[in-house]
């Protein structure tokens, strides 16, 4: 089992930044994929990024240049910088874990995840 919770989430302007953390505990984190989702009101939970054991990163083409994904093993911990935020980013952003390696076009589905948190929200108005 892996609990995960997420952190850092709150109400910005366009253009401001924002960080959250997501903390594991349980299974040996080093061992699986992290990623983070985002589900906007009326709209389906979405792939953002995700961190794969061995440094590969991968991202949705609307975040590239302005997200960051990256994880400390040491803390258990995966983090999203978010930059130069736009009103379309606002939604409650997941946590997710993968007991299995992914690559690619895997690492985006959500089935791919078994572990989620249980959400936080992040508001970006114009």
């Known amino acids: 089992q892996v609990q995960l919770v997420e952190s850092g989430g709150g109400l910005v302007q366009a253009g401001d930044s924002l960080r959250l953390s997501c903390a594991a505990s349980?299974?040996?984190?080093?061992?699986?994929?992290m990623g983070w989702f985002r589900q906007a009101p009326d709209k389906e939970r979405a792939f953002v990024a995700a961190?794969?054991?061995?440094?590969?990163?991968y991202y949705t083409d609307s975040v590239k240049g302005r997200f960051t994904i990256s994880r400390d093993n040491a803390k258990n911990t995966v983090y999203l910088q978010m930059n130069s935020l736009k009103p379309e980013d606002t939604a409650i952003y997941y946590c997710?874990?993968?007991?299995?390696?992914?690559?690619?076009?895997?690492?985006?589905?959500?089935?791919?995840?078994?572990?989620w948190g249980q959400g936080t929200q992040v508001t970006v108005s114009s």
């Open positions: 997710a874990a993968s007991r299995t390696y992914c690559s690619g076009y895997a690492c985006y589905r959500l089935d791919q995840y078994l572990y």
């Open positions: 961190a794969v054991w061995g440094d590969t990163t």
């Open positions: 349980g299974r040996t984190f080093g061992n699986i994929a």
